[in-house]
C-alpha cells in the first residue's frame, strides 16, 4: 500500500521531518517526507496496510511538542514504484498556498538547560544552546 499523506499546521522548523522520519522507521515503512514550501509537509509512504495506518495514528498521539497539526489529507496512490529506504527529501521552495505558519520563538527547554549546567555535557555553558524543542524559529526563517 502507497498513501501520500498532506499535513498543514506548524509543521516546519519544529523538527518534524526528522519526527516523521524516525516514526517511518519504527514501524518499517518506505516511503519519504518534504517540506512543501508554505503549504505543509509531504508524507509518501509505502507499507503494509495495518503498519501505515498505525503510523498515522501515531503522527497524530506522538508529534513533536512544538507542532501543532491543522489538518491530515491521505490519499491512496496506485503506482508501480517500489521505495527501498525511508529518506527526508530536499525542501520544495515554490509558493503552494497559505497552509504553513511560522511558529514562534520558544524559551529553552528543561533538556538544554540541563545540558547548559552539566559540566560533563558538551554544550555546557554555552550560551546559544537549544533543540527543536525550543530556541528561536520566527527570528531566524528567512522563508517557508
Request: hydrophobic fraction near 35%; charge should be neutral.
Amino acid at each position: 500500500m502507497i498513501l501520500d499523506i498532506h499535513i498543514t499546521g506548524v509543521v516546519q522548523g519544529v523538527g518534524f521531518r526528522p519526527f516523521i522520519y524516525r516514526l517511518a522507521k519504527s514501524h518499517d515503512l518506505k516511503g519519504c517526507v518534504m517540506n512543501l514550501g508554505d503549504a505543509g509537509v509531504k508524507i509518501t509512504v509505502q507499507g503494509k496496510k495495518e503498519d501505515v495506518y498505525r503510523f498515522i495514528e501515531n503522527i497524530k498521539k506522538k508529534s513533536p511538542p512544538l507542532a501543532k497539526i491543522e489538518e491530515i489529507k491521505v490519499e491512496e496512490k496506485r503506482r508501480e514504484e517500489v521505495f527501498v529506504d525511508f529518506s527526508i527529501m530536499q525542501s520544495k521552495h515554490e509558493k503552494e498556498s497559505a497552509g504553513s505558519i511560522i511558529p514562534s520563538d520558544i524559551g529553552i527547554c528543561d533538556d538544554c538547560m540541563r545540558e547548559l549546567f552539566d559540566p560533563g555535557d558538551r554544550r555546557y555553558l554555552y550560551f546559544f544552546i537549544t533543540c527543536t524543542n525550543c530556541g528561536p524559529r520566527f527570528t531566524i526563517i528567512n522563508s517557508i
